[in-house]
T-cell receptor, first 109, second 116 residues
Framework: GQSLEQPSEVTAVEGAIVQINCTYQTSGFYGLSWYQQHDGGAPTFLSY????GLEETGRFSSFLSRSDSYGYLLLQELQMKDSASYFCAVETGNTPLVFGKGTRLSVIA | DAGITQSPRYKITETGRQVTLMCHQT?????MFWYRQDLGHGLRLIYY???????DKGEVPDGYVVSRSKTENFPLTLESATRSQTSVYFC???????????????FGSGTRLTVV
């Protein structure tokens, strides 16, 4: 089976940088995704890493190290609207995504 | 506007009742999924479907039934609702079995189900 570990809560200051880590154990690893979910809303896709390295999309970046079974989501120039839950999810071929339990990010002034 | 829609948005039902949650997508995505979300558990897969008339169990399928007679619809039925099935249910779709790097899964708005 698959398992993912990510911190349950993170707090950061507006304008700062925050990193949300995700470690995983799985067989047949294809890639790591990140999703954002605001309270009462649906998860929305943020990024996907299949290869080692950093992928940047605006203020958000995602990193993957396949050899370490580790990835992270980096949020820069934090805004209050970034307060949400963030989920990492592993892809293993033609089987559905397995999600971590989520990290609740609180951005404070 | 194209998208993935779930209904109802909220539902309260009694223990032992049968209830069906609806999911409809307009993209003709091959894959559709049902996840439930509970505090402390994240998103857990209930059932998924790779195409019309093809369904498969996920991590927590007990007490649920699905069907997919048409590509665009993927209803989830609770045969005899229990309090432990109180949850938020999300339907999702994807183009195919592998992640499209720029799109991932697209989720519906969710159904908040309370079993009393």
């Amino acid at each position: 089976g698959q398992s993912l570990e990510q911190p349950s809560e993170v707090t950061a200051v507006e304008g700062a940088i925050v990193q949300i880590n995700c470690t995983y154990q799985t067989s047949g690893f294809y890639g790591l995704s990140w999703y954002q979910q605001h309270d009462g809303g649906a998860p929305t896709f943020l990024s996907y890493n299949a290869l080692d390295g950093l992928e940047e999309t605006g203020r958000f970046s995602s990193f993957l190290s396949r050899s370490d079974s580790y990835g992270y989501l980096l949020l820069q120039e934090l805004q209050m609207k970034d307060s949400a839950s963030y989920f990492c999810a592993v892809e293993t071929g033609n089987t559905p995504l397995v999600f971590g339990k989520g990290t609740r990010l609180s951005v404070i002034a | 506007d194209a998208g993935i829609t779930q209904s109802p948005r909220y539902k309260i039902t009694e223990t032992g009742r049968q209830v069906t949650l609806m999911c409809h997508q307009t993209w003709s995505h091959s894959y559709m999924f049902w996840y439930r979300q509970d505090l402390g558990h994240g998103l857990r897969l209930i059932y998924y479907s790779a195409a019309a008339d093809i369904t498969d169990k996920g991590e927590v399928p007990d007490g649920y039934v699905v069907s997919r007679s048409k590509t665009e619809n993927f209803p989830l039925t609770l045969e005899s609702a229990t309090r432990s099935q109180t949850s938020v249910y999300f339907c999702a779709s994807s183009i195919d079995g592998q992640i499209e790097p720029n799109y991932g899964y697209t989720f519906g708005s969710g159904t908040r189900l309370t079993v009393v």
